[in-house]
Each structure stands twice: as structure tokens, then as C-alpha cells.
């Protein structure tokens, strides 16, 4: 869990209210239709078929060694007997206990090395029934009828098998035979010469690397890849160009390098998986990740896409278990390319609870293009807030939704471990503090300086950055404020006696003011930042730990260590952990762009989400082996 929402009955305080009984959240409402935007087709492993085609085409002119070399990270070129006979499952004829063969006029039939006339129609017995054709002395194609799902026959080079142990046809024939019928039904054949190469050595080493390790047979469609048997005959046209490819590269292969992935041994042929288009940025997995370029060709219709996907069409995959649908929420991406990478983690939430799945297991259910996604419309409900980092107390980043890791403090020496973070004004980068007021800036965050060689009377506690993320303040437990870049100051509390410690600030929307919060709630004012009301005269339960103000200023929510939420100037109640019945210890607020919700985060690293704020995933729940604590959630905002 943790998505929580909730409406709530407060009492006031001040000028604010205080946490009160919460009901029961209403349901989210989505649209009718999920908009959806994203870039490929296919599973974006290995080789991209367009991103092919790009690289053989103008600026680039790449040969097919070159193309192979790009996309397949780890391989090393190889050649094996291209006359080598192999085994391929026809699928389309699995159950049948007969097949109809024949061959065209003049030419002889054989089954098990004895002739037959043609057509016939061969029975399966309790033996393997072996058909091939003769033209003379040299070897011609069978002609196969069946339910095929491209014209009433096909024609195969080779021998046909009726097994007998099992319900299957088989064509079996030698290597390149069998790559000449799979390469123009995988790439058109007036593609240029090196994109077709490329694909006769991919699909060779596929199917030697599939038979390695699946024997005795290779499927003949998309859950391998397509063969259809020979090209030259109906359905396929261009095939010169292709056969030409296949002879170019007579035999070639890849194999495995000395470093070879998990599960692999180095000079075994290489799965070289392939997709129609990568969107721009491979997926990974056994090969490494690279950039696409190739895939913007003019001619990709799918380098980029947008599809309307019904609700209903989700309802119907996955009602039985989330109930009625409420909300559908990317939790996790692999961080390559636009949008913050592919859907690696997705939830989705209803009526009688949540599930959570892949990407690619949405992609499938809903008919989606790829796994590199994201839905625009998903009922309103991100609060102009795409992602969010949890920063831990290790100094250790943790990205989610579309918040990308730009770099940590993970394993480096400090003088003074990391105790917050501020992202910049575009979310592309942001700093990290230590308690010495040392700073470390990744993305596009730029150093403007720090307290790490001063003498400090308390130590910094945590940071705010300036509306255009040209600077930063940092603040002290006993509110003294530090500002660099265009961060001006505006005045402290370092010079007052304090009941409580500072433990939070938040900043005006032009930069022209902030506020500071102490534990007991007080709160101080500077600049054109206005007093709204505090929890200073209020008993707490638990002590404040955090403060954020609304996007215009007009605002601001208090949080206490035990969840609980003090709202003041025109700032929500929708929700807080007492009034959900959990006890857990927060660590830190952040408020979603339109101000409908707010994002907590506990000591322990679980995230939880009210009003229209997403929820993502947390370390608690997602991340392998965790075992820091969280200091903080920041939101990236749209």
C-alpha cells in the first residue's frame, strides 16, 4: 500500500487547522480513455530493426559489423558451417495428425526414402514420417497445405517431419536456408544491403543460441521469429536482395566474448535478441544498454507514438484483482532516455486493493507498442508531480517515477554525513548538504558555494533553493541562514533564544522570503513571507519535524514525527497518518505542485501519499537489500 487519500473533519488552530477524524477516501475517477505516449516497438533488446536501418542509411553509412558491433556490446564475430542442418517447429500445423504435401509438376516426392505421388496426404504412425522432393538429382522444395495465416500453402526447402512422439511438424534444412526464409519476413527486403546483413547474423546466431539451449526445435513465429519457409516463393517479393545478405554473410555468427553475462559461456553462440524499434535507447538486459540514434529515421513509425487505451480495456485485465479501478501509477523506470526510461514497475489500485506489475506486462495486457510509457491522464491524479527522491542517511540517492539519479555520496569519505537535499528549478539536477554545510552538486546543479570551512555555532540541518535554482540557502538548527548565488538573506533566528531547535524551512515563490519551523511549531517569518498561524501554543503529541509551503505562498503544512498534518493559510487537509490508524516515524513533507496533496516519508523509507499526490514506490518496499534511513522525499514536479 501506502497511496492513502483521505477527506477529513479538522479542528482549528489558529489560523490553521489541526488533524482531526478522517472517513473513508471517495474513489479516484478516471477518464474513459488512458492517453498514452511513448517510443518503440517490441522489447528494445539487442538490435533495433529501424535503429538498423538508420545506421545503414545517410549521415551514417555504418557497415553491418559496425551496425552489430553497436548493439551487441560483449561479441565477438565467428562462422560456423552454413550448410549445418537444424530443426524448426512449425507451430500453425501443431495437433495435426496428417499434413498435404506436394511438389510442382515434374518433380518427385519421398516420404522415408521411398516415392509417393503428388500431392499426398501423410498420416503420422508410430514413427517419424520424413517427405522431401526431388528434381532429379538435386533436392526442391515441399509444398505444404495448411491453415496458414498467410495464403493455403508454403514451400520448404529441406525435409518435412511428422514427428511421431508428439503432436508437430517439423522443417528440417540447412542454416542459411532457413535464415533466407526468416530475414525478408523480419526486415523488408528493399531495406539497404548491411540493415539486411545485420539481420541474417542476428537471426542466425539467434536460432543456433535458441537450439543450444531449447532443444531439439525453434518455433517459426514471433515467440522466436518469423520463418515462413522459401522466400522465392508466394509471399514473399524482394528476396534477391535478402538471399544476397544471407550469402554475404555466409555462416557468420555471434558469439559470446570473454565476458559473458550471468548463465552464459564465452564462444557459445550469443542470443541476439532483436525488436522493430527501440525508441531511441536499448533496453539492456544481456548486452549493454546504448543509445539509438538510428532509430529517428524519417521512415519509424514508432520511434515515437501516442494511443488511446480504454479504461474499460484495463478494467477488464485486471479487475478480478484490484476491483473497481481507481488509479494507475508508474512506479519505477530504468532511467534510460526520455520520460525516465521503460515501465520496470507499475501499480495499480481499485476498489478491493492493489497489484503491482511490470511494464511490460501492461504493454502486453493492453496492447501498448513497448514498455516505454507514460500515461498523461491517469484521472488527474499526479498533482504536477512525475517523480520524487528519497535521499538516505548513507547519503545514498533513491529515484522514483521519473526522477532520475544523477549521483550520490554512496561509499565517499565525508567530514559530515549528508542531511538534505534541494532539487534545481527543472528537476535536472540538485545538491546534497552535510551537516558541516559542505555541498555536492550533480545534474545540472551548479556549486555556489558552502559552510564546510567555516566555524559553525550549530550545525546546518538542511537547504532550500532559490525560485530559478541559481542559489541556495542552508539553515542551522538554531536558525541561522547561510545563502549563496542569487539566495539572499533575509534573516535568521541565530541571534534569538529558541524554545525548540529550527528542524525545517520553506521558501516563498519568487525567492523574496522564508519561513523557519522549530519543533514545537513555532514559526518565523522573513522577507515577504506571511505569518499564517503556528502550533507554538499547541500541546503536540509528537514533535514537528518538517514544514512546505502551497505554490503560491499563500500557505504552508506542518508535519509531526507521528504523521500528523497542521494545515495554515490556504493550505488542505487531506489526510495524515493518525487519522489512518498508522503509527510510523516521519522524517520529512513534500507538497505536490497544485497544492491538492502532500508525499511523507518515514525514518524507515516507506512513502505515503494523500490527496492527489502519486505515490511511486519507496525503498522500503521496491529496492533490494535495504537497509539505511531515509531523511527526506523531494518532488519532481512536471
Known amino acids: ?54 545506421y545503414a542509411s545517410a549521415p551514417f553509412d555504418w557497415s553491418y559489423r559496425q551496425i552489430l558491433s553497436h548493439y551487441y556490446g560483449g561479441t565477438v564475430m565467428s562462422t560456423v558451417s552454413p550448410t549445418e ?63 496458414w495465416s498467410s495464403g493455403s500453402q508454403r514451400s520448404f526447402a529441406g525435409a518435412i517431419v511428422l514427428k511421431a512422439n508428439v503432436a508437430q511438424v517439423w522443417n528440417v534444412l540447412p542454416l542459411d536456408q532457413y535464415v533466407e526464409g526468416v530475414v525478408p519476413r523480419e526486415a523488408p527486403a528493399s531495406w539497404p544491403l548491411a540493415t539486411l546483413e545485420a539481420q541474417a547474423v542476428a537471426a542466425r546466431s539467434y536460432a543456433l543460441a535458441v537450439l543450444a539451449s531449447s532443444p531439439p526445435a525453434i518455433c517459426d513465429n514471433t515467440s522466436c521469429q518469423v520463418y515462413g519457409g522459401d522466400p522465392s516463393q508466394y509471399p514473399v517479393s524482394d528476396n534477391a536482395n535478402s538471399d544476397a545478405a544471407v550469402t554475404s554473410t555466409a555462416g557468420q555468427i555471434l ?56 479504461t474499460s480495456a484495463v478494467q477488464a485485465a485486471y479487475g478480478s484483482a ?48 513497448s514498455d516505454w510509457f507514460a500515461v498523461t491522464n491517469a484521472g488527474g491524479s499526479s498533482g504536477g508531480v512525475n517523480g520524487y527522491w528519497i535521499v538516505a542517511g548513507n547519503g545514498g540517492i533513491y529515484p522514483f517515477g521519473v526522477a532520475v539519479n544523477y549521483g550520490s555520496m554512496t561509499g565517499r ?64 538548527s538554531d536558525g541561522g541562514i547561510f545563502s549563496f548565488g542569487d539566495a539572499r538573506f533575509y534573516g535568521s533566528t541565530g541571534g534569538i533564544r529558541l524554545n525548540q531547535p529550527v528542524v525545517g524551512m520553506a521558501t516563498t515563490p519568487d525567492g523574496k522570503g522564508y519561513w523557519l519551523v522549530a519543533a514545537d511549531g513555532g514559526i518565523f ?55 489512518e490508524g498508522i503509527s510510523d516515524t516521519i522524517v520529512s513533507v513534500a507538497a505536490t505542485a497544485d497544492g491538492g496533496g502532500y508525499l511523507m516519508v518515514s525514518s524507515g523509507g516507506l512513502v505515503y501519499a494523500f490527496g492527489d499526490a502519486p505515490y511511486f514506490g519507496d525503498p522500503a518496499s521496491t529496492v533490494a537489500g535495504w537497509s539505511s534511513h531515509a531523511l527526506g522525499v523531494f518532488a519532481h514536479k512536471v
Open 255 to 310: 558469439e559470446w566474448g570473454s565476458d559473458t553475462p550471468a548463465g552464459y559461456r564465452s564462444n557459445a553462440p550469443a542470443l541476439t535478441e532483436y525488436s522493430s524499434s527501440t525508441g531511441g535507447y536499448t533496453a539492456g538486459g544481456d548486452f549493454p544498454a546504448v543509445v539509438d540514434q538510428g532509430d529517428a529515421t524519417p521512415s519509424n513509425p514508432n520511434h515515437s507514438w501516442i494511443q488511446q487505451v480504454p
Open 525 to 579: 517569518s522573513f522577507g515577504d513571507a506571511h505569518f499564517y498561524g503556528s502550533t507554538g501554543n499547541v500541546h503536540l503529541a509528537q514533535p514537528i519535524v518538517g514544514m512546505v509551503a502551497t505554490a503560491n505562498g499563500g500557505g504552508y503544512w506542518l508535519v509531526g514525527r507521528d504523521g500528523g498534518i497542521f494545515t495554515f493559510g490556504n493550505a488542505g487537509f487531506v489526510g495524515s497518518l493518525p487519522g
Open 322 to 369: 484490484v476491483g473497481r479501478l481507481e488509479g494507475v501509477v508508474v512506479t519505477q523506470r530504468n532511467g534510460l532516455g526520455d520520460l525516465g526510461g521503460r515501465v520496470t514497475q507499475m501499480v495499480l489500485t481499485g476498489s478491493a486493493g492493489r497489484i503491482t506489475i511490470t511494464g511490460d506486462q501492461f504493454a502486453w495486457a493492453v496492447g501498448l507498442r
Open 1 to 54: 500500500m501506502r497511496r492513502i487519500a483521505s477527506i477529513s473533519v479538522t479542528m482549528a488552530v489558529a489560523a490553521g487547522c489541526l488533524m482531526g477524524v478522517v472517513p473513508d477516501a471517495q474513489a479516484t475517477t478516471l477518464p474513459t480513455s488512458l492517453t498514452v505516449v511513448g517510443h518503440g516497438w517490441g522489447h528494445g533488446l539487442g538490435m533495433g530493426q529501424y535503429g538498423a536501418l538508420g
Open 413 to 476: 569519505p565525508l567530514n559530515a554525513p549528508v542531511i538534505g537535499m534541494a532539487p534545481t528549478a527543472d528537476s535536472a539536477g540538485y545538491w546534497l548538504v552535510a551537516g558541516d554545510g559542505g555541498i555536492f552538486s550533480f545534474g545540472d546543479a551548479r556549486f555556489y558555494g558552502s559552510t564546510g570551512d567555516l566555524r559553525l555555532n550549530q550545525p546546518v540541518i538542511g537547504m532550500a533553493s532559490s525560485y530559478d535554482g541559481k542559489g541556495y540557502w542552508l539553515y542551522a
Open 85 to 147: 542442418p537444424i530443426d524448426v517447429h512449425l507451430d500453425e500445423l501443431d495437433g495435426a495428425s496428417e499434413v498435404t504435401v506436394a511438389t510442382p509438376p515434374g518433380d518427385q516426392l519421398w516420404r522415408n526414402g521411398r516415392p509417393i505421388p503428388s500431392p499426398s496426404t501423410v498420416s503420422r504412425t508410430s514413427s517419424d514420417q520424413t517427405i522431401t522432393a526431388t528434381r532429379g538429382p538435386s533436392a526442391v522444395d515441399v509444398v505444404v497445405s495448411g491453415p
